[in-house]
């Protein structure tokens, strides 16, 4: 069974649309993340969930709406597509209480804007 | 604030031959946890070690081995004997117990040729 798994993997879809990208974690986890990496490959934190309660927003802006609808899902949703809003999109998740960072990453879904 | 930095873009090498990928991080935690990723062209991101700040041993796996150096905030990663296989985004990252998060450097593109 796959630890973290994301839905779907390829996204490609015309500017303006709105969009989501599942997420679930088996692991049995309290944390998980969105990370998004760009056409360079730089891989950047945009939010992370404890318990279904927002505690990382790195200043992404607000067409882009996370849900976690319990602790082990946390879903993407993009509204009005943007051109920039083309990247991988990884989910993660990770044991708090552990404070280690060992996060377990999903395989990532392509997002492709038109 | 956290960085990390991978001054290499890109390497390439010959098969067989020996290369170190440098790692750079800032950080004003005394607790802190370095990691190692690789990207494979498959596209995943799979974990290779985590390092707590207060263990500066070094390790080595198989042809894989890490030098942590607290003196000088550095983090590298050498492979020995390289092969065709080791191609792929090398990312070093930094996770804060403080912040809860786990930043990336830019990475580093090594291409192993035959």
């Known amino acids: 069974d796959t630890a973290v798994s994301q839905t779907p993997k390829y996204l490609v879809t015309q500017m303006g649309n709105d969009k989501s990208i599942k997420c679930e974690q088996n692991l049995g986890h309290d944390t998980m993340y969105w990370y998004k990496q760009d056409s360079k490959k730089f891989l950047k934190i945009m939010f992370s969930?404890?318990?279904?309660?927002?505690?990382i927003n790195e200043t992404v802006p607000n067409r882009f709406s996370p849900k976690s609808p319990d602790k082990a899902h946390l879903n993407l949703h993009i509204n009005s597509l943007e051109l920039g809003d083309s990247a991988v999109y990884f989910c993660a998740s990770s044991q708090r209480d552990k404070h280690t960072g060992e996060l377990f990453f999903g395989e990532g879904s392509r997002l492709t804007v038109l | 604030a956290q960085k990390v930095t991978q001054a290499q873009t890109e390497i390439s090498v010959v098969e067989k031959e020996d290369v170190t990928l440098d790692c750079v991080y800032e950080?004003?935690?005394?607790?802190?946890?370095l990691f190692w990723y690789k990207q494979p062209p498959s596209g995943e991101l799979v974990f290779l070690i985590r390092r707590n700040s207060f263990d500066e041993q070094n390790e080595i796996s198989g042809r894989y081995s890490w030098n942590f150096q607290k003196s000088t905030s550095s983090f590298n990663f050498t492979i020995t004997a390289s092969q065709v296989v080791d191609s792929a985004v090398y990312f070093c990252?930094?996770?804060?117990?403080?912040?809860?998060?786990?930043?990336f450097g830019q990475g580093t593109t090594l291409q192993v040729k035959p």
């Open positions: 990252a930094l996770f804060s117990s403080n912040t809860g998060k786990l930043i």
């Open positions: 950080t004003r935690d005394t607790t802190y946890y």
């Open positions: 969930y404890n318990n279904k309660e927002l505690i």
